[in-house]
């Protein structure tokens, strides 16, 4: 067996002197404290800056004690003055931090609480003159108030304290999470879970202070016109066809109004009143069956689903503004049929999220 060790010692090139030289002169023309022109490593300038070079340890210091003073002589870039900025000096409506993750308690309609892990979007405006923002300080204020049960005060609280922290005019939180429902089956009488992706929002805008929720429902769809052709071709000629349905998705997002609670099961009874035909959990053969009976009585269009969702929401005085996107991934098509109804001036928009639609795609 032959042992290869590395050479200790070898010959420098000249286009290697040449090639390091390089180097040096980038970081001297990138700002660095560099300051020679000759190519000679023997020249004055070339032995004052190795002298001046300090002699750098790559072991991670386990014993180092941090002391004010050293705290205090960290850079902090974010912060600096405005001759910083690279780009227009222009106001950023929202910087800040996006998913990251925390156990909250959260308030059950009746009594109880419930643990939900939790993504969190925090997000306030920049001004103009402003390099940018010690993002760090949108979690601590979030994390002092995260043993409380949370509730949408709670949530103003954690507002309040970042937005004085980061000195900002306007500020965001949105919290998502899986809230899970215990459901029985149609028939058969067995529990399980439905899980409802639902986010509440809290915006502060020009002093402004709007709390909205939003909630995903998902249900199934018999398209009228389907179940029409179905039944002509069983009665004019005896032949066995069956209408298409399919897994839909309607987001649902509501602004809170008055002082009375809108719970999360208030929200989605709401929604279960307005399109009964919501997928199930548990399900036997009678249960199927129930199913299909329930799409046969309830079959609907995209634009019926957002006009019965519209309904039952304009009858609640808890909610003020609201917008519903209604998707029915069709079986019968390779495209999906859409809508989207909009309540009030909180979601009017004339352009379109090129992606809004992709995400209602709820997968098992």
Same mark, same amino acid.
């Given at each position: 067996?032959?042992?290869?060790?590395?050479?200790?010692?070898?010959?420098?090139?000249?286009?290697?002197?040449?090639?390091?030289?390089?180097?040096?002169?980038?970081?001297?023309?990138?700002?660095?404290?560099?300051?020679?022109?000759?190519?000679?490593?023997?020249?004055?300038?070339?032995?004052?800056?190795?002298?001046?070079?300090?002699?750098?340890?790559?072991?991670?210091?386990?014993?180092?004690?941090?002391?004010?003073?050293?705290?205090?002589?960290?850079?902090?870039?974010?912060?600096?003055?405005?001759?910083?900025?690279?780009?227009?000096?222009?106001?950023?409506?929202?910087?800040?931090?996006?998913?990251?993750?925390?156990?909250?308690?959260?308030?059950?309609?009746?009594?109880?609480? %419930?643990?939900?892990?939790?993504?969190?979007?925090?997000?306030?405006?920049?001004?103009?003159?402003?390099?940018?923002?010690?993002?760090?300080?949108?979690? %601590?204020?979030?994390?002092?108030?995260?043993?409380?049960?949370?509730?949408?005060?709670?949530?103003?609280?954690?507002?309040?304290?970042?937005?004085?922290?980061?000195?900002?005019?306007?500020?965001?939180?949105?919290?998502?999470?899986?809230?899970?429902?215990?459901?029985?089956?149609?028939?058969?009488?067995?529990?399980?879970?439905?899980?409802?992706?639902?986010?509440?929002?809290?915006?502060?805008?020009?002093?402004?202070?709007?709390?909205?929720?939003?909630?995903?429902?998902?249900?199934?769809?018999?398209?009228?016109?389907?179940?029409?052709?179905?039944?002509?071709?069983?009665?004019?000629?005896?032949?066995?066809?069956?209408?298409?349905?399919?897994?839909?998705?309607?987001?649902?997002?509501?602004?809170?109004?008055?002082?009375?609670?809108?719970?999360?099961?208030?929200?989605?009874?709401?929604?279960?009143?307005?399109?009964?035909?919501?997928?199930?959990?548990?399900?036997?053969?009678?249960?199927?069956?129930?199913?299909?009976?329930?799409?046969?009585?309830?079959?609907?269009?995209?634009?019926?689903?957002?006009?019965?969702?519209?309904?039952?929401?304009?009858?609640?005085?808890?909610?003020?503004?609201?917008?519903?996107?209604?998707?029915?991934?069709?079986?019968?098509?390779?495209?999906?049929?859409?809508?989207?109804?909009?309540?009030?001036?909180?979601?009017?928009?004339?352009?379109?999220?090129?992606?809004?639609?992709?995400?209602?795609?709820?997968?098992?």
């Amino acid at each position: 067996m032959n042992i290869h060790t590395r050479k200790l010692m070898s010959d420098i090139s000249e286009s290697e002197v040449h090639e390091a030289l390089s180097v040096l002169q980038k970081w001297r023309d990138q700002g660095g404290d560099l300051n020679f022109s000759s190519t000679d490593l023997a020249s004055p300038e070339a032995t004052s800056f190795w002298s001046q070079y300090p002699e750098l340890t790559d072991k991670y210091q386990t014993d180092f004690k941090l002391d004010a003073d050293y705290k205090a002589s960290l850079p902090d870039l974010q912060n600096g003055p405005s001759s910083l900025i690279k780009g227009s000096n222009q106001v950023i409506q929202h910087v800040g931090i996006s998913n990251f993750k925390l156990p909250i308690r959260y308030k059950l309609r009746g009594s109880g609480e %419930r643990m939900l892990e939790t993504s969190v979007t925090g997000s306030v405006s920049l001004g103009a003159d402003k390099k940018g923002i010690n993002m760090s300080r949108i979690m %601590r204020s979030f994390y002092k108030h995260s043993e409380e049960q949370f509730s949408f005060s709670v949530i103003e609280a954690a507002l309040d304290d970042y937005k004085t922290d980061l000195e900002s005019f306007d500020a965001r939180i949105l919290m998502k999470f899986s809230f899970p429902m215990q459901v029985s089956s149609l028939r058969s009488n067995l529990l399980g879970y439905q899980y409802y992706d639902i986010a509440l929002e809290l915006i502060d805008q020009k002093g402004i202070r709007t709390k909205v929720v939003h909630i995903d429902y998902v249900y199934s769809s018999t398209c009228p016109c389907s179940l029409e052709l179905s039944e002509h071709a069983r009665k004019t000629r005896g032949q066995l066809a069956t209408p298409h349905s399919q897994r839909s998705v309607a987001r649902i997002s509501v602004v809170l109004t008055g002082s009375e609670s809108l719970w999360f099961e208030d929200l989605i009874d709401s929604c279960r009143v307005a399109v009964p035909t919501e997928t199930q959990v548990m399900v036997k053969r009678e249960d199927e069956q129930a199913f299909a009976e329930l799409n046969a009585a309830n079959p609907i269009f995209v634009e019926d689903a957002a006009r019965l969702f519209c309904k039952s929401l304009k009858s609640d005085n808890r909610i003020g503004d609201f917008r519903i996107i209604a998707s029915h991934q069709e079986s019968l098509h390779s495209h999906d049929a859409i809508s989207i109804l909009t309540e009030g001036s909180t979601f009017e928009t004339v352009s379109i999220d090129p992606h809004q639609f992709t995400t209602l795609v709820h997968s098992g």
